[in-house]
């Protein structure tokens, strides 16, 4: 026959229930008094119960952060698409309207017998437009996606990232790096996308006057610095730039880390493992 259920395995049982119901900060503790085994149960189960809290707490934070990056994704977009938008109607929606207004007048002239070097003057004037608005069209098509990437790898998209900024900012930009084999393509436009993000924050919020780029690569990874002599890492601004680029870096197993004492500048380190190759 078996013996009845002393009351501390009663009080155990219970608690298991509570925290199966969702109480997670239930605990039963340890007494020395009790036998040994109960007091080995106690102890294992509080020591359950406070790794599944713990866990929670970290669900509930990825959750947020989670939540946070959708949100920040979203806003990018629609900043993207506005300013893209603004380009498009500003500068070469008015290129294309002055140029119909240019081909009327070059209609008109015709039609009235105008002497042709007149009518030859107003298209050389057409042409240099054109050639403006294809430039237009150009840049606005390498900040989308620079087809340097593309052609010629991380290195030298990061070096004509490093001048666009200082052209863009005046912020003096340098770049340096030991990269002499391509990168994984891959790999290759999350480090880009971060560089961007992190120079996005310089220009923003570093009051910066020099911003420097080193990207190297070992046998396993390869990594980005990017550094600024900015007034470091402000604790109340929200970090969500920093959010996406750990998620970028996150997503080949890698890590991104930010040091940025107050007055001193801040450096951000993106480290990505690179694939692993077959001997």
Same mark, same amino acid.
């Given at each position: ?8 395995? /009663? ?7 509570? !925290? ?5 900060? !239930? ?9 040994? /085994?109960? =007091? ?55 290129? @294309? ?15 009235? #017998? ?20 294809? =430039? ?10 620079? =087809?340097? @990437? ?37 790999r290759s436009t999350a480090m880009f996308r971060i560089a961007q993000e992190a120079l996005t924050n310089v220009a923003r919020?570093?009051?910066?006057? /020099?911003? /420097? ?14 550094? =600024? ?20 870096? @996150? ?11 107050? #007055? ?11 694939? !692993?190759?077959?001997?």
């Amino acid at each position: 026959m078996s013996q009845a259920l002393t009351p501390e395995i /009663h009080e155990l049982i219970e608690a298991m229930r509570r !925290v199966g119901s969702g109480e997670r900060s !239930v605990r039963v503790g340890s007494d020395a008094a009790l036998p040994r /085994h109960t =007091d080995a149960l106690a102890r294992a189960f509080d020591d359950m119960a406070a790794s599944l809290e713990a866990q929670h707490r970290q669900t509930a934070r990825l959750a947020t952060d989670l939540r946070a990056l959708t949100a920040r994704v979203e806003s990018l977009q629609e900043e993207e698409r506005s300013a893209i938008a603004i380009e498009i109607h500003d500068q070469i929606g008015q290129s @294309l309207t002055a140029l119909k207004l240019d081909l009327a007048w070059v209609d008109r002239r015709l039609a009235a #017998g105008a002497p042709v070097e007149t009518v030859r003057e107003r298209i050389r004037e057409m042409m240099s437009l054109v050639d403006a608005t294809a =430039d237009r069209v150009h840049n606005l098509a390498m900040e989308l996606r620079p =087809d340097v @990437l593309d052609r010629l790898g991380l290195p030298a998209a990061l070096e004509w990232q490093a001048r666009q900024f200082q052209q863009r900012t005046g912020i003096t930009t340098t770049f340096e790096t030991n990269v002499t084999a391509p990168v994984e393509p891959h790999r290759s436009t999350a480090m880009f996308r971060i560089a961007q993000e992190a120079l996005t924050n310089v220009a923003r919020h570093a009051e910066a006057a /020099h911003a /420097h780029m080193c990207l190297t690569v070992t046998d396993t990874d390869v990594t980005l610095e990017i550094t =600024d002599d900015g007034r470091g890492l402000d604790c109340e601004r929200p970090r969500l730039g920093l959010l996406g680029m750990r998620e970028r870096a @996150l997503a080949f197993g890698g890590e991104v880390t930010v040091v940025g004492p107050p #007055g001193r500048g801040t450096r951000v380190t993106a480290r990505l493992p690179l694939p !692993v190759t077959s001997a």
